[in-house]
């Protein structure tokens, strides 16, 4: 920032401390703001500021100083210059986002440096300030992103519980029907590799992580004579299957799931032009994440040995998920999927199956039985 606070900055402060704000909190305690700036007037009185506003408001002078307190300090939104002598806004931007856990980021720019604080969003920053501003535009972006920080960090938590469910909800689908339980881990596996493989969002590929081996943990509220028939189901019996995705959301909604977890237990059946179930939604409305699992989940039936045959080989598993293209599956998706396996596999998958065999030695002492494919 420039030498000395302007007159706008002064001002604002003024007027905050002449108004009564309800502070702002996070489970029972002020959200924690840090304030970088190399001019210590201009940090002072911007901490003020957002302490007249409820923050609890720490003003620090330099990026090394300002990375030291992260380091030994918790805090929900850091509001960092951008330049500074020594370690800059980007230095302190790339410190506190080097874990999951770390604060929102806030940058502050002249007019002349807004390609660079774009920048810095990509790098992951929450927002970025133009100077000169205003007190109550910094109160407000500062207090959107203390809340971003506070929801991320239930959302952790609550994965965290889902974790923990996981285990108890697939013991007792292994107890139902072994099948199904190789079935949703192969799933899982793979639609987290190509999830990851066409760039899905970071929030997509949690959430495959959380609940993947769980989208068909509906099944569990399906009859032992439909699961495990030894032939193809009747008409009224395939009516009755059809209930296990919305039975799946409804084991993990207690759970405190979020959006994503629930558009892939309960729409991996729905089908590009319609033709799927619970809800019959077509093309765009059907989530990506529902997608991306659809294409995986049909994959693994085909090629996996099923109560009432055998497994197909690989390639007319491959060949299936292409015909389906435009029909059942998103066509870019699928041509996607091809390309994806091919690179990650070979032609023939012939590393598909050492790769799930890997995959199970893995399980951290809990060995599921690989499910045989033909190559």
């Known amino acids: 920032m420039s030498k000395g606070p302007s007159e706008a900055i002064t001002g604002a402060v003024s007027r905050a401390s002449t108004r009564m704000r309800p502070a702002p909190t996070t489970q029972g305690r002020q959200y924690e703001v840090l304030v970088v700036d190399d001019e210590p007037l201009t940090a002072n009185l911007l901490a003020e500021g957002l302490g007249m506003a409820g923050f609890y408001a720490v003003p620090c002078n330099s990026g090394a100083d300002a990375m030291g307190l992260l380091d030994r300090t918790t805090f929900d939104v850091v509001i960092t210059d951008l330049r ?17 856990i770390g604060p929102e980021v806030v940058i502050i720019t002249s007019a002349a440096e807004v390609n660079v604080a774009v920048e810095c969003m990509r790098m992951g920053a929450f927002d970025y300030i133009q100077k000169p501003f205003d007190l109550d535009v910094v109160v407000n972006v500062a207090l959107r992103a203390a809340e971003r920080h506070r ?18 909800l697939m013991v007792a689908l292994e107890a139902r029907d072994c099948y199904t339980l190789q079935h949703c881990v192969n799933v899982a596996f793979l639609a987290r590799r190509f999830g990851e493989f066409v760039g899905a969002s970071q929030a997509i590929l949690d959430a495959i992580t959380s609940v993947g081996e769980l989208h068909d943990v509906g099944k569990i509220g ?124 070979g032609p023939t998958g012939d590393e598909y199956a050492q790769a799930i065999a890997e995959l199970r030695a893995s399980e951290n002492g809990q060995p599921i039985p690989v499910a045989q494919s033909e190559a």
């Open 84 to 100: 500074m002598p020594g370690s800059d806004g980007r230095d302190v931007l790339a410190h506190a986002r080097r874990t999951a």
């Open 222 to 345: 399906i009859g032992d004579a439909i699961l495990n028939k030894k032939g193809p189901l009747t008409e009224a019996e395939y009516e009755t299957m059809k209930f296990h995705p919305q039975i799946g959301l409804e084991i993990i909604d207690p759970l405190g799931t979020f959006p994503d977890e629930g558009s892939l237990v309960s729409a991996h059946h729905e089908r590009w032009d319609g033709s799927g179930y619970p809800l019959c939604l077509e093309g765009d409305d059907i989530p990506l994440i529902a997608r991306i699992t659809a294409i995986t989940d049909v994959f693994d039936a085909c090629t996996t040995t099923r109560p009432y045959r055998k497994a197909m080989p690989i390639t007319d598993g491959l060949r299936i998920v292409e015909q389906s293209g435009g029909k059942g599956f998103d066509p870019e998706l699928t041509s996607e999927f091809l390309r994806f396996f091919v690179r990650e596999f």
């Open 151 to 168: 929801l991320e960090a239930e959302r952790r938590e609550l994965r965290e519980v889902l974790r923990r469910s996981k285990h108890a």
